[in-house]
């Protein structure tokens, strides 16, 4: 327990200091955004190069009417993130698509450039407008075609089908009651959320030990837990889907054994503890499903990880640190 009083005092040592980093963080973003053209390389995968008008173009999209100088550098870095795992996802797509993928990615440049011409633009008129160059353009044509493709080969009824049974507990009405144990890190840093995980890693440690641990999870819960839940022991209720918790935290609620605590968790808003008090299961089947849009999005995102996990021992090398994620930081 006692890491837990170093850690808060370490908290009011550093707010200070994390009010400077945060204004001196806005500065780190408009420099970012204002000293970068689109033909900068933000990183290379298989010494491929990933151009900033990459960036710019799922920016543009995702926040219309937005100057791009204007977002946030942390949302910056993880579309840089999502973008290398794009080319790794290429990659793998081309392998398995072969020369008849090539060819369908060709078929829709060419048709790309046809239409902009007919209407007496070019394919470097339409990056620009885009804030970006034709070479992110054609990157980007070419992984919407070949990832549309792999879409539509895939997820077919009999796949989803599959892909639900295998994770039934996500879809079939299955609920669990839990606790969690939240702490807010010192700052956005790292080396605050490290400190804030290994204060928790501990006390779980001695909650798993301890001869009654759901009573033990409660008292640390009153003591430690910056929850608004922490006087009621941290107890939640009954949670189901995804939306219930902060990302990420149902995926390891439904990993979690009955009785048991959680690793600590990270989430956008802090670190989190959990513990299974009890889970009632659901019985609604494959054929039962109303809206299969959650279905098919999850069932998505698996094969997207598992083309980019296919490709794992690729190199992927950052060249600018300003958009490293922090995935990537050594």
Request: glycine letters at 6%.
């Amino acid at each position: 327990m006692k890491v837990f009083q170093r850690m808060i005092m370490h908290r009011h040592r550093l707010l200070v200091f994390s009010l400077f980093l945060a204004f001196n963080h806005l500065g780190i973003v408009r420099g970012i955004a204002k000293d970068l053209a689109p033909d900068d390389i933000i990183a290379s995968v298989d010494g491929n190069p990933v151009y900033v008008g990459e960036l710019n173009l799922i920016l543009a999209e995702r926040f219309r009417n937005q100057p791009l100088d204007s977002i946030d550098v942390d949302l910056k870095r993880a579309t840089c993130h999502l973008l290398a795992q794009r080319r790794l996802a290429l990659r793998a797509l081309r392998k398995v698509g072969g020369e008849p993928l090539a060819q369908m990615v060709q078929n829709e440049i060419d048709a790309f450039i046809l239409e902009a011409k007919r209407r007496g633009s070019t394919l470097q008129h339409q990056a620009k407008a885009r804030s970006s160059d034709a070479a992110s353009l054609l990157v980007d044509l070419s992984w919407r075609v070949a990832w549309g493709a792999y879409l539509k080969s895939k997820l077919t009824e009999e796949n989803l089908r599959r892909y639900f049974e295998k994770n039934a507990t996500s879809y079939n009405g299955t609920r669990y009651r839990i606790s969690q144990i939240f702490i807010r890190p010192a700052s956005a840093t790292e080396v605050d959320i490290v400190e804030s995980v290994k204060a928790l890693s501990s006390l779980a440690s001695e909650i798993q030990t301890a001869g009654e641990r759901e009573i033990a999870f409660a008292d640390a819960a009153r003591q430690y837990s910056e929850s608004s839940t922490a006087q009621a022991g941290g107890d939640l209720g009954w949670v189901e889907s995804d939306g219930d918790l902060p990302a990420g935290l149902m995926k390891e609620v439904r990993k979690l054994p009955v009785g048991s605590v959680s690793r600590p968790l990270r989430s956008p808003l802090g670190v989190h503890l959990l513990f299974l008090h009890e889970l009632e299961k659901g019985s609604l089947t494959f054929e039962e499903l109303t809206d299969i849009t959650v279905l098919r999005r999850d069932a998505a995102n698996a094969m997207f990880e598992a083309l980019v996990e296919s490709e794992a021992e690729t190199e992927v090398v950052w060249h600018l640190d300003g958009l490293k994620p922090p995935t990537a930081q050594q």
